[in-house]
């Protein structure tokens, strides 16, 4: 869809270990925000470190992105304020309510 950023990885051995049993080579990070500035600059940032990016532009999206890969992500890295879906929401909706208990309603 146009403006849509997500990298789709279906199919990539789970993060534990390859399909094959051999550990993948590269963590994956899912990069959260509605700014493509930061989408740049964390993708051209993180393979430096060592890892693998996939990028979602609200939390609705990855929130999808998560449930189709189950395993496969490392860390997420998630705006707090977005359209759609915020990172507060995000939070709530995965089922970590005491991670966002900070912050309001």
Do not use: C, Y
């Not at 964390?42 to 990016?53: H, K």
């Not at 915020?86 to 995965?94: A, K, S």
Request: glycine share 10%; charged share 20%.
């Amino acid at each position: 869809a146009p403006g849509r950023w997500s990298a789709r990885v279906k199919n990539q051995p789970s993060f534990g270990g390859g399909t094959d049993g051999a550990p993948m080579e590269k963590p994956l990070v899912l990069v959260v925000d509605d700014l493509k500035p930061t989408h740049i600059a964390l993708r051209s940032i993180l393979p430096a470190f060592g890892f693998a990016t996939a990028s979602a532009h609200d939390g609705r999206e990855a929130i999808t992105f998560l449930r189709e890969n189950p395993g496969q992500v490392a860390a997420v890295v998630l705006d707090w304020q977005m359209p759609v879906l915020d990172g507060i929401q995000t939070l709530r909706e995965l089922g970590f309510p005491q991670a966002a208990s900070h912050w309001p309603p």
